[in-house]
T-cell receptor, first 114, second 112 residues
């Protein structure tokens, strides 16, 4: 149990385009989903927290207009990187949590912006 | 300000021996701690957790110890196996289903 999927696993896009990443909890209902990014050899940095049906809460320094988060249902959250630039290239990971404390992570999405 | 620290970036242990990974935190509001294992280009996999009301939690080969007064936790893996080779992150949160603050990770290499 507690499986979280992400799609796509790897995406390459041109600078200035937008990219959407999906995060799904496959076998449980996620009341809360989290989005992280990880730069090479660094820790996971929380970008935002989203609760189903409400606006996401962004961490300090994360541009909410650039990283659009939608948590449309208890099993799906999406992160859209708008007008992507090369510095947005990173490994993006989502996690999902139900009423318990444990967060379960997706496999991650590697974004490369050319 | 790194609220969760893993001061050892890497650790090498022989197969069959005990691996001890350490983690320190500074925020006294943290009351829930987790360990995750991560392979390159994959998401973290949950290993074990501990609440601040406990000082030890065991699950198979994995045991987590929490010393609240020292703000220190450790993960013991015994016996270590080659398949345990990965990066291990400790994480902490304040409250139920709250956001996690991760340490910088420790790369464990289990040698034959």
């Amino acid at each position: 149990g507690a499986v979280v999927s992400q799609h796509p696993s790897w995406v390459i896009c041109k600078s200035g385009t937008s990219v959407k990443i999906e995060c799904r909890s496959l076998d449980f209902q996620a009341t809360t989903m989290f989005w992280y990014r990880q730069f090479p050899k660094q820790s996971l940095m929380l970008m935002a927290t989203s609760n189903e049906g409400s606006k996401a809460t962004y961490e300090q320094g994360v541009e909410k207009d650039k990283f659009l988060i939608n948590h449309a249902s208890l099993t799906l959250s999406t992160l859209t990187v708008t007008s992507a630039h090369p510095e947005d290239s990173s490994f993006y990971i989502c996690s999902a949590s139900s009423s318990t404390d444990t967060q379960y992570f997706g496999p991650g999405t590697r974004l490369t912006v050319l | 300000d790194q609220q969760v620290k893993q001061n050892s970036p890497s650790l090498s242990v022989q197969e069959g021996r005990i691996s001890i990974l350490n983690c320190d935190y500074t925020n006294s509001m943290f009351d829930y701690f987790l360990w995750y294992k991560k392979y390159p280009a994959e998401g973290p996999t949950f290993l074990i957790s501990i609440s601040s009301i406990k000082d030890k939690n065991e699950d198979g080969r994995f045991t987590v110890f929490l010393n609240k007064s020292a703000k220190h936790l450790s993960l013991h893996i015994v016996p270590s196996q080659p398949g345990d080779s990965a990066v291990y992150f400790c994480a902490a949160s304040a409250g139920t289903a709250s956001k996690l603050t991760f340490g910088t990770g420790t790369r464990l290499q289990v040698t034959l």
